[in-house]
């Protein structure tokens, strides 16, 4: 049962264009989202999070929103680098103060070309 | 930040041998840490919950004799691949926190059984 699910496997932008990777989850109980960057042979990195409070969060050129009706969050990359090409995760979780467990998607590959 | 370091980042063993990969959580306390395992093209998943000071909470379907996670102290975590098999080839990643905190990740392992 995936709950988390990233239903594009890989995505193609220009340079100098807007990338935006979609994730949906099933789980109304999530309540707090992430999004990861990995590049080959290396764990992922954080990138941005949002929480279930907020419908939209933004750190420089990423931008989060969020759509609880939709249960669906989208990742918004503004201008697009190539140094952004890696493969992107989206991750939720339900935090009570205690650990939680992230539940991740499968991955969308991003390539940013020249 | 908080700074998680795992090792060994990459490791060859033969079958049937057994593979310690350490988890370490530099900057701070960790009661927790979680142990995920990717396969090709699909999601990392949990394995299991490891716990400082008593034992660990596996996933359903993975086998507690062959992955031994051992949690002795606040900052260091182990899991070990024992009898390792080809099929148990895989990225394996340690990720603390899951509180309101956030996740740090370690940098991942990657485990060829030969």
């Known amino acids: 049962d995936q709950q988390v699910k990233q239903n594009s496997p890989s995505l193609s932008v220009q340079e100098g264009r807007i990338s935006i990777l979609n994730c949906d989850y099933t789980n109304s109980m999530f309540d707090y989202f992430l999004w990861y960057k990995k590049y080959p042979a290396e764990g992922p990195t954080f990138l941005i999070s949002?929480?279930?409070?907020?419908d939209k969060n933004e750190d420089g050129r990423f931008t989060v929103f969020l759509n609880k009706s939709a249960k669906h969050l989208s990742l918004h990359i503004v201008p697009s680098q190539p140094g952004d090409s890696a493969v992107y995760f989206c991750a939720a979780s339900t935090p009570t103060g205690t650990a939680s467990k992230l539940t991740f998607g499968t991955g969308t590959r991003l390539q940013v070309t020249l | 930040g908080a700074v998680v370091s795992q090792h060994p980042s990459r490791v060859i063993c033969k079958s049937g041998t057994s593979v310690k990969i350490e988890c370490r959580s530099l900057?701070?306390?960790?009661?927790?840490m979680f142990w995920y395992r990717q396969f090709p093209k699909q999601s990392l998943m949990l394995m299991a919950t490891?716990?400082?000071?008593?034992?660990?909470?596996?996933e359903q379907g993975v086998e507690k004799d062959k992955f031994l996670i051992n949690h002795a102290s606040l900052t260091l975590s182990t899991l070990t691949v024992t009898s390792a098999h080809p099929e148990d080839s895989s990225f394996y990643i340690c990720i603390v926190g899951g509180d309101y905190y956030g996740y740090t990740f370690g940098s991942g392992t990657r485990l060829t059984v030969v």
């Open positions: 900057d701070f306390q960790a009661t927790t």
């Open positions: 949002i929480s279930s409070i907020k």
């Open positions: 490891s716990n400082e000071g008593s034992k660990a909470t596996y």
